[in-house]
């Protein structure tokens, strides 16, 4: 991975997390940055504070590089994330500064240039977590190098931009994604067989925001293209992201078939999920750890209430590590659905997460009387709509 498309993959990742909870095979993404949060909390103070960068006013590049250097290693003395942002904001805006500065002098090298240009990229992309104007300077930034006559870099640059360009196409519409999705080709062709996690990480994002915004049959065209390039690409460290986009289009091919799963429930009991036929069945995927997962619980619960009576049933399935956590969750939020672990629950030989292509969390998956698969983002308001199409109107009212 290039050092820009580190940035922008570092910055695309905590805008995706807001919602969705990637999945690893490590250990729990949510407990590992919340034991690295008590750690730092816990820290003592140190008897001196580290002194912060001094812009350098008139100085030369290699002064103005240097500030933007002592910037990226300053910590300021805060105890939460939140704080350090805000701390940091001024230092990013002059280190912004700094880098035009660099950019802007004659004769610079272009070594000096492009160290300028990371730099700015590196300030711009923490800015733009909370403001809109730093993404756009942002993803401006490739045509403002490719006027000083840097193609390759601007190149480079665009494609790094890729993920960052693909998260607002998102909202944008199918136009601008149909222009972004060229330049992803463009780019894939431009690289043959010499793939990155970069790349990887392009392609995924590409066939999740074409379902959204083109629907699932262009996203099942360019997973079956995706695929194919990916599986040729001279890289064995790629295997398990060519895992993932397949997985993807397997969750996109399941509308329609049957899901008939077994598991054991949390108690040790055997459970087969073909004796809950004649119901409405939610398959959740969850983790005690993932945030947007127990933001979505209350929704449940409300739905649950309304229409388990006249045939709705819930399967939690929990994707946690850690099984005393979880059974003091369920006990302590009185979870009152089924709960079966990851681990336990098969289809045809395969773990659920992988039969169904889960690659991030929650993903809500709703079944028919009959075990068909109806929806595979029945999430949110979606799982009443649901619902009152499948049950007719709530036993209890919704609202």
């Known amino acids: 991975m290039?050092?820009?498309?580190?940035?922008?993959?570092?910055?695309?990742?905590?805008?995706?997390a807001v919602a969705f909870c990637g999945l690893s095979d490590a250990d729990e993404a949510g407990d590992t940055l919340g034991k690295k949060a008590a750690s730092a909390d816990a820290q003592e103070a140190k008897p001196e504070a580290p002194k912060p960068p001094v812009f350098p006013e008139d100085g030369t590049p290699e002064q103005y590089l240097a500030f933007m250097d002592a910037v990226k290693k300053y910590r300021p003395a805060v105890k939460s994330w939140s704080e350090a942002r805000e701390a940091m904001k001024p230092f990013h805006e002059d280190a912004v500064k700094a880098a035009d500065k660099v950019m802007a002098a004659e004769g610079?090298?272009?070594e000096i240039y492009e160290k300028a240009?990371?730099?700015?990229?590196?300030?711009?992309?923490?800015?733009?977590q909370d403001d809109f104007a730093a993404s756009e300077a942002l993803l401006a930034m490739p045509e403002?190098?490719?006027?000083?006559?840097?193609?390759?870099?601007?190149?480079?640059?665009?494609?790094?931009?890729?993920?960052?360009?693909?998260?607002?196409?998102?909202?944008?519409?199918?136009?601008?994604?149909?222009?972004?999705?060229?330049?992803?080709?463009?780019?894939?062709?431009?690289?043959?067989?010499?793939?990155?996690?970069?790349?990887?990480?392009?392609?995924?994002?590409?066939?999740?925001?074409?379902?959204?915004?083109?629907?699932?049959?262009?996203?099942?065209?360019?997973?079956?293209?995706?695929?194919?390039k990916a599986s040729a690409a001279d890289n064995e460290n790629l295997v398990r992201q060519v895992s993932g986009l397949k997985n993807s289009l397997r969750a996109l091919k399941l509308p329609g078939t049957e899901l008939n799963f077994t598991a054991k429930l949390l108690d040790g009991t055997e459970f087969d999920a073909a004796s809950l036929k004649g119901k409405v069945v939610l398959v959740d995927f969850?983790?005690?750890?993932?945030?947007?997962?127990?933001?979505?619980?209350?929704?449940?619960?409300?739905?649950?209430?309304?229409?388990?009576?006249?045939?709705?049933?819930?399967?939690?399935?929990?994707l946690d590590h850690d099984m005393d956590k979880l059974t003091k969750f369920l006990e302590e939020k009185e979870i009152p659905w089924l709960g079966v672990h990851n681990d336990t629950t098969l289809m045809d030989g395969m773990k659920m997460t992988d039969y169904c292509g889960v690659t991030g969390i929650p993903t809500m998956i709703l079944l028919d009387k009959d075990g068909k698969i109806l929806s595979i983002s029945a999430r949110g308001a979606a799982l009443e709509k649901l619902l009152k199409e499948q049950l007719g109107e709530p036993e209890v009212a919704t609202e």
């Open 2 to 16: 290039s050092r820009f498309g580190i940035i922008c993959a570092g910055l695309m990742l905590s805008l995706a």
């Open 108 to 110: 610079v090298s272009d």
């Open 117 to 128: 240009v990371l730099g700015k990229v590196a300030a711009l992309t923490a800015l733009a």
């Open 144 to 228: 403002e190098v490719r006027k000083s006559g840097r193609e390759a870099l601007a190149t480079k640059l665009d494609e790094d931009m890729l993920l960052m360009q693909l998260h607002i196409a998102a909202v944008q519409g199918k136009e601008p994604l149909l222009k972004i999705l060229d330049k992803v080709d463009a780019m894939l062709e431009r690289k043959g067989t010499k793939l990155d996690i970069t790349d990887m990480m392009v392609m995924s994002r590409a066939g999740m925001v074409a379902q959204g915004v083109l629907g699932p049959e262009k996203a099942m065209e360019l997973y079956e293209k995706y695929i194919e």
């Open 286 to 318: 969850w983790a005690t750890w993932c945030g947007p997962c127990v933001a979505e619980i209350p929704n449940v619960k409300k739905a649950y209430a309304a229409y388990h009576a006249k045939g709705f049933e819930v399967v939690g399935i929990s």
